[in-house]
């Protein structure tokens, strides 16, 4: 299911789960229960923080950028709850809770697509591309996929240029690169040909030397998958325009 894209809604989910890793911990009393309400309290004034910023740059938008810029302001705060979530998220794996972890840390995504239409940007990725992996793997629906194919290109856009603009080849563990290719791989599952094309062009500028070997598997995949004629047109032109193609470095 994608997650509804409001800031009241990560703040409901938060205090649903703030609940669950508060009973965790006291199963574990004095080792986690100080951080977790820390932590909690925390992300709890961070949101109204972040919507009263919203609401008075809604009301009273600045004449030009300047120090007190609503979305700087958006920028920072929300940076800083993303750090938090994924705090409260490596909390909840140290006592052993997986699941509880991964909704907690998937509560970036729909925190990062609201940051994004508030025009923040994205500083901090890593969380916001786990939690986007987590739930394409739930989804099975084209449909679904599309949509999260949406919520990403949001995403996407407000991604610091820090982040998006710096040497990618070196580090395959590099956010905007897993970014990417996760992106491509949400394309395609979505089969809407428009949607691949525009992660493909993405993907082979920005990483070209990733490039052949994502197709020569999205190829291995439209045969064990047997997807549509229509998508696997899209994947063999690609294929075949990369699948020669050898990276200098």
Not at 46 to 75: F, W, Y
Not at 147 to 176: I, K, M, N, T, Y
Request: with cysteine.
């Amino acid at each position: 299911m994608i997650p509804g894209i409001d800031i009241r809604y990560v703040s409901d989910e938060l205090e649903r789960l703030a609940e669950e890793i508060r009973e965790a911990a006291e199963d574990r009393p004095g080792e986690f229960a100080a951080d977790a309400e820390q932590l909690v309290g925390a992300m709890g004034k961070l949101l109204e923080a972040l919507l009263r910023t919203h609401r008075r740059g809604a009301l009273e938008p600045p004449p030009a950028a300047g120090p007190g810029d609503p979305g700087k302001d958006v920028t920072a705060l929300g940076d800083h709850g993303i750090d938090l979530l994924s705090q409260l998220a490596a909390l909840a794996r140290r006592m052993n809770q997986k699941k509880l972890a991964q909704d907690i840390e998937g509560l970036t995504l729909p925190l990062a697509v609201w940051l994004a239409r508030c025009d923040a940007e994205i500083i901090t990725l890593h969380p916001v591309v786990n939690a986007a992996a987590a739930l394409a793997n739930r989804l099975e629906q084209p449909r679904q996929l599309a949509e999260l194919f949406g919520l990403l290109r949001e995403v996407g856009e407000a991604v610091a240029p820090a982040v998006s603009q710096g040497p990618l080849s070196g580090d395959r563990s590099h956010p905007w690169r897993v970014f990417l290719l996760n992106r491509a791989i949400v394309a395609t599952r979505s089969q809407r040909p428009e949607l691949m094309i525009e992660a493909f062009d993405a993907l082979t500028d920005q990483l070209p030397d990733a490039a052949p070997d994502f197709f020569r598997e999205g190829m291995e995949q439209m045969d064990a998958l047997d997807y549509p004629p229509e998508v696997r047109s899209v994947m063999e032109d690609w294929f075949q325009r990369w699948s020669d193609r050898r990276v200098l470095h």
